[in-house]
């Protein structure tokens, strides 16, 4: 009997230890477990989280994933704490929601499969120069960019009086800057003038937007995900003025645009769900996944704000819900 206890005494230590008894996420159940770092709550990225779920759930059956899901209130540093503890946790597969959220993953871990959402440019995030559509490794995932130089024209079709124009967005956001520099060299080639207006975050969203306001014509606020989470802040310092923005993406036009060029983050999570899929039952080796694109942007425009304006938006334009 006590050669009997001490044998099972032995296998339940090996089984703690091979389980990860400190808190770790390896399955002893079966179960994927899949780490979701989102940088901040605003619809967008809700969506895009939401859809990516989804996806997983409907391929694989609720009771074979787990997932881990942390936000990091806008804050990059926090990003990287959540990262490192999906790591410490040895989790499946890590889903990076935004910018600063796949730079702390790729940074953290050169094994865990990463999977990126709601990234404009993955070259321009991870520091890749000529960027080929595949990062390689364990990194992958899809993008939010819509067609700039079309967001651009928008500004010329709904704004043909514009002068000067805004670019509203946050210092601190890559991807951001990326996509102004795209805008801002096809306005100019038209004749507009532009002008830059940084904020640092969200403490001085509402200065700079007031700035930007007083000075321009229009203003254009990419896919920005600190702008994304102060709309209100923004809508009640330049709607007063009466100026028009074109926003990068459907949720910043709901809380402060007239129009926008957007895709969909809820079928761009779907689509990064259904890459994870692949990776977690070993169809596919995310090192020769190339990045994937929402190739269907719809034009959108706020029926409130536009008529608060005097806008009547072109024909093709439909209304945000």
Known sequence: ????????????????????????????????????????????????????????VEALGEENVEFIEQNAANNPDTCVTIVNDFVSKKVDLIMANATPALQAAYNATEE???????????????????????????????????????????????????????????????????????????????????????????????????????????????????????TETINGVVAPKKVPII??????????GIATLSISYEQLGRTTGEMAVKILKGESDISEMAIEYDNKPVKKYNPTLCTELGITPPEGYEALS
Do not use: R
Not at 2 to 26: E, P, Q, R, T, Y
Not at 168 to 173: N, Q, R, T, V, W
Not at 206 to 218: L, N
């Open 1 to 56: 009997m006590k050669k009997i206890i001490a044998m099972l005494l032995c296998i339940a230590l090996m089984v703690c230890c091979f389980a990860g008894c400190g808190g770790s996420a390896d399955k002893d159940d079966g179960k994927f477990v899949v780490g979701i770092c989102q940088l901040v709550t605003h619809e967008a990225l809700d969506a895009a989280t939401q859809g990516f779920k989804d996806a997983i």
């Open 112 to 230: 865990i499969p990463i999977l990126g959402t709601s990234v404009t440019e993955y070259g321009v995030a991870l520091k890749i120069d000529n960027f080929s559509g595949t990062v390689g490794g364990n990194v992958s995932g899809t993008s939010d960019l819509a067609p700039l130089t079309e967001q651009a024209q928008m500004i010329l079709d709904l704004v043909p009086s514009a002068k000067t124009v805004g670019m509203l967005y946050c210092s601190a956001e890559a991807n951001s800057d990326y996509q102004v520099k795209v805008v801002k060299e096809y306005l100019e080639k038209k004749g507009v003038t532009v002008k830059d207006y940084k904020f640092a975050g969200s403490e001085d969203v509402a200065q700079v937007a007031e700035a930007a306001a007083g000075a321009c014509d229009a203003i254009y606020i990419p896919t920005d995900n600190t702008a994304a989470s102060c």
């Open 247 to 256: 926003a990068g993406e459907a949720g910043i036009c709901q809380g402060c």
